[in-house]
């Protein structure tokens, strides 16, 4: 726990952009990460294992897939977030490992869907399924794991999990395709941005946080505040995420960059920079955007640094988290709390 | 009632291929299947009402996409199985409606993402999601249904129905994997093709016949029956679509036709005609096969009349369809259970 407390000791200003000192890379990411889920390890691999054990085939071909697709799965960060507030909320329970895997399976459902849409060809070092089997062993693989991981919430006693997780599926779908609705929309304002983000990533997160709290015996209450701690996380996240598309090295990501702008899909800075750009700045940066090429992304970096756009995106990415870090305020201090906290943290301090 | 008496009184015999007198065409299945659900036309309303209440979206765009979808959705079959097989087993009951809507909102899940697979252009006389959104919105807008299917499913007072319908579309996807997998595989045998077939059609339609049974209040052994009555007639479904790729007129069917042949999946037919050709026509059909194209079809239509491939495939649908029929003997005689009887044989007298 003295790492977890290291964590939440970090200083609470994140870095403008890779290579500042306080960024953390993957070796020390992966390191600060080991160290904040050394308590919850053995529920990490009991998780680990229910998973493994629900997604079980009979048919080689089927399992061939489901084994590779376990490759993209790397943080571990929504299991961690079940099982820590779990731990904070009063302790973890048999039902939780359960709720991990539940949510780990869905978050990889929608990695494999997403890497159709965004084209990509590498994911955490290895080929994504469409890459290698084609994008209809994709599209069925998501759907195998989509309905697994119901499944195997419909195994819990209550149906509670069952109904929260649909809902919350339902909702990150209808973020992503407002997504791809608003693709090439260059009027797409900082509100509308916050609205896919808010569906499309940051609903697991946030079910993730109250269904831990949930079956640790937590009121509505406690299991409010946990959503809104997991929902500003996830908005975070995905802010530095989009920033990584930017700014991050393949080599390092292990994923396919870029696609935000390949897409066009306006990004937070993207959308700062055009708003406080110049009528004719702003007029040549749209048919940049409109016009994408492996140089769009080059093209852009220098604008978004001299017109603060990165900055801006970076500082609210930081003011989600610190909105997320005052929710736990309502649990009395414990070691599981300062670990959730430094993870918060952590989530906008990671180069890749 | 009357007409569902008729249908169960209709010939045992089908008809060989498109043309014989004994089919039954657009108009007239309209027709049947209309009075054939006479009894149960409010209910059917009803699940049509919660179908669309559970997928109303706030976006416009989503709600287009949904709306189009929609249109996708034609002779309510498996809806009907529910309800049907409900009065068969001693009454409807506020549950059937919504479990009929979850089953439908599944079944349309997989048709969205079929056209994906398939590539197909045209689904009942309209443009599929992907080729009128792109494959993109076609990936989410099934992930959206999907979801909304379990998450409709929760809200019923039991976890039954998610567990039963998890476990159901589980074997869906493994079934459409397993069909992928096997693309191109000229040696896939009459077994293989069962195991397929059961999972990507029959599963659905046999989890809906269990569940109308079920939550109408029967034992284990007559859901155990209807299970197996749903399952029957799915593969006799499935073998009926097979023959309509081949030998449908599009403009009947109101589907693009032929994808079968055009991504190598070989159905009943062709594996039977493959089976009984000597070395050297085997042979010729193999390059033929191998080399799909919009003639392959045309060409291979004598082939398999002359050889009996297509008596064959019609007499081994008509076959499940007895077997199916026969599980219907666990019940008392009553109209509903004449219905189900009925319902059953138009399975295999369509000829769209």
């Not at 691999?45 to 071909?61: I, K, N, P, Q």
Request: with cysteine; aromatic share 6%; hydrophobic share 40%.
């Amino acid at each position: 726990m003295v790492e977890a407390n290291t964590l939440s000791r970090d200083p609470g200003v994140g870095p403008a952009h890779p290579g500042a000192s306080s960024w953390v890379g993957p070796d020390e990411l992966a390191r600060r990460l080991r160290d904040a889920y050394a308590p919850i390890a053995p529920h990490l691999a009991e998780a680990e294992r229910v998973f493994r054990e629900e997604l079980g085939s009979r048919s080689d071909y089927v399992q061939r897939l489901v084994d590779h697709s376990a490759r993209f799965r790397g943080k571990q960060l929504r299991p961690a977030l079940v099982l820590l507030t779990a731990q904070a909320c009063g302790g973890i329970r048999p039902a939780h490992p359960v709720v991990a895997a539940v949510v780990e399976m869905i978050h990889t459902a929608t990695l494999v869907h997403d890497d159709i849409l965004d084209e990509a060809d590498v994911r955490r070092h290895a080929a994504t399924i469409n890459a290698e089997w084609g994008n209809e062993a994709a599209v069925l693989l998501g759907d195998y794991l989509f309905t697994h991981a119901f499944h195997l919430a419909a195994s819990l006693e209550s149906a509670y999990a069952c109904r929260v997780i649909g809902h919350a599926t339902n909702l990150v779908c209808e973020g992503e395709l407002q997504q791809i609705h608003h693709r090439g929309d260059l009027d797409l304002d900082e509100p509308a941005y916050y609205e896919i983000v808010r569906g499309k990533t940051a609903e697991l997160t946030a079910v993730s946080c109250r269904l831990g709290a949930h079956y640790a015996g937590s009121g509505p209450e406690a299991c409010e505040a946990f959503d809104r701690f997991g929902r500003d996380l996830g908005v975070a996240f995905q802010i530095a995420d989009d920033l990584l598309d930017l700014y991050g090295e393949e080599a390092a990501t292990g994923k396919t960059l870029g696609t935000d702008l390949e897409k066009q899909k306006l990004t937070l800075p993207v959308i700062h920079l055009l708003r406080s750009a110049s009528p004719g700045e702003a007029d040549r940066l749209r048919s940049l955007i409109c016009s994408p090429s492996p140089e769009t992304r080059r093209a852009l970096r220098p604008l978004l640094e001299s017109s603060g756009a990165l900055d801006y995106a970076w500082r609210r990415a930081r003011g989600f988290i610190d909105s997320a870090r005052a929710e736990l305020g309502i649990l009395p201090p414990s070691p599981a709390r300062d670990t959730l906290a430094g993870l918060a943290q952590l989530v906008v301090r990671r180069c890749y």
